[in-house]
Structures are given as C-alpha cells and as structure tokens.
C-alpha cells in the first residue's frame, strides 16, 4: 500500500508539471514566429473548392492544388476567428466572398467598407454579403475610397495595389502585403475605425443645404 505522505508528493508533482507545461504554452504563445509574408498575382487559375469546401469533391477541370498566392489569401483569409474588418475599392471576387461569408457563417464579426460608386458595378460581391447580414458602409462624398486593406482579429493586416477583383487576382500585376507588424496594424485599424465612424449611415446628409448665395 502506497503511503498517504507519497500520494500528496505524486500530487504536488502532477500539479508542479502541469503548470511548467501552462507555462511554456503561454511563452511559446508569446514567442510566436512574425508574419511577414508578400503575395504577387497574377495567380495561376485553381479551383478553390479544396480550401472553401474540403468535405466536398469537386469535378471542376481547374487543378485542385493549394499552392500559390490565392490559396494563401484564402487561408489567411479563412484563419480569422473574431473579427475581420475588410477596406475595399472593389468586391467582385466569388471565392474570396465565400471566404468572408463562410467567416461570417463561423460567427466571426465582419465590417465592409466600400466605395459607392463601384459596389453596385457589374459582378460586384456586396449585395450578397449585405444579403447575408454582413455590415457594409460606404463613402458619401465625390472622391473614392481607394484603400485596399483587410484586418484580421486585430492582429494581422493585408495591403496591398489588389482589389478583390477577378482581373486582379488572374490578370493583373498586383502585390499584397501580410504582416503582424503591431504598429501597422494599430494604424490601419485606426483609419478602418475612423472610415466606419464617418461613413455611419445614421449621419448621412442626403439633401445638403445649397450654400447660401453672396449679395
């Protein structure tokens, strides 16, 4: 029979190695290797049924590979798991709007802001994210809001020339950059905050006051 005095030490010991373990976890969290990645498209052409729908089979003739940059937007895209705050000129990318309403779906917070002007244009994906739930917002006034840029949990920020567009993901010359970088992604979270705060539809001025004409 083992003495009572030897079970306490096996329990202090369990207790002892569970917390290192805890311990080392949350150093290892910390100690976390930086994001720095730099995407360049135009992308080959692959079906993107592997990373959106894995249960799925898909029998498209695209290759089914998950290499090249658009696989790794989309699994950027997809890691989110609280928040996703998307800036975007133009939205007419079907996979990366799956993208955003499979996070929307998971229970992930997602804010789009847009340009007026374009989110209506042909092809665009905001009306079926807004059909969804999504939170969209757009400017009111006469310039675009040409910004580029996507937040994900307020710790990694992608920027970039490339809209979510087909031609830019397929045809043009595009870059897109991903980082953790926490001053960064402080800035352009701020500017997000700032735009969705302007942008509130609630302050809306659709009949300005014509000004006031000189004697």
Known sequence: ??????WRRLGAAAVAVALSLELVY?????????VREVLFFPA????SEPLLSPEKQCACPLPHRTDGPMSQLLRRLLGARRSLEVCIFTFSSPPLARAVLLLHGRGVRVRVITDSDYMAAAGSQIGELRKAGVE???????GFMHHKFAVLDQRIVMTGSMNWTMQAI??????????DDSACVRAYLEEF???WEEYNPT???FFPKKAEEGP
């Open 1 to 6: 029979m083992v003495p009572a005095v030897s």
């Open 170 to 179: 397929q045809t043009n010359q595009e870059n897109l950059l991903i980082t």
């Open 44 to 47: 080959p052409l692959l079906c």
């Open 193 to 195: 905050e700032r735009l």
């Open 203 to 205: 302050s809306y001025c």
């Open 26 to 34: 949350r150093f290892m969290r910390r100690r976390r290797r930086p």
């Open 136 to 142: 969209v917002r757009h400017n009111q006034h006469s």
